[in-house]
């Protein structure tokens, strides 16, 4: 059996182009989940890692959707190895269980978390840079001024939540959450 596993880190990224890749080479049987590969709990990965047999064959489309790091990725190659599955990373081909095989993949795993880790690195270098501009803040930007706040929960007066939801299109939870606010802040 031929099995696919997609993963994405976030939610706002989109699993299609995995997708496409592993039913383009006929999986039976595809795994994904929208989860970060630093979690070590992955669990549609855990339910692919038991289903797999031996003889099987495990297809993904690239490496860093494998494995949370090169360590990880050694564990895993190497139970998958003692299990008798095939591994099939679409951008570097078939991994073998040879000497050779598992050397270029050691090799390949470390590039790849050192990618990983630059990619980190760069980031938290761009949010020093930015902490350093005036008026940074940290965070995404607040949808709602402090105004239009404080008009939805001057309406909550006269109106339900729900009404109030669909005049101004803030969130009930985001109405509770300011409105608890207020109150602690008037009660203090």
């Known amino acids: 059996m031929k099995y696919g596993y997609a993963r994405v880190s976030t939610r706002h990224q989109d699993l299609e182009g995995q997708l496409r890749q592993l039913e383009e080479e006929r999986c039976d049987k ?3 989940e929208k989860i970060t590969g630093t979690k070590s709990d992955r669990p549609e990965f ?3 890692l038991e289903a797999i047999q031996t003889g099987d064959t495990l297809v993904v489309t690239k490496l860093d959707r494998f494995a949370r790091s090169t360590q990880d990725a050694l564990n895993t190659i190497k139970f998958l190895f003692e299990k008798g599955v095939r591994i099939n990373v679409l951008n570097l081909g078939i991994i073998e269980n040879t000497s050779t095989g598992r050397l270029i993949f ?3 795993s ?3 978390d050192f990618e990983r880790d630059l990619i980190v690195e760069r980031t938290q270098e761009g949010k020093e840079i930015a902490k350093q501009r005036p008026g ?3 965070g995404r930007p607040k949808k709602f001024s402090k105004q239009q706040i404080n008009l939805a929960i001057s309406l909550l007066d006269t109106h339900s939540y729900k009404e109030v939801e669909k005049m101004t299109g ?5 109405l509770t959450r300011n409105k608890r606010k207020q109150t602690i802040e008037t009660n203090s």
């Open 136 to 138: 940074f803040k940290e």
């Open 46 to 48: 855990q339910k692919l």
């Open 170 to 174: 803030i969130s009930i939870s985001t």
């Open 110 to 112: 470390a590039f790849a």
């Open 30 to 32: 595809v795994f994904f």
């Open 106 to 108: 050691t090799i390949f």
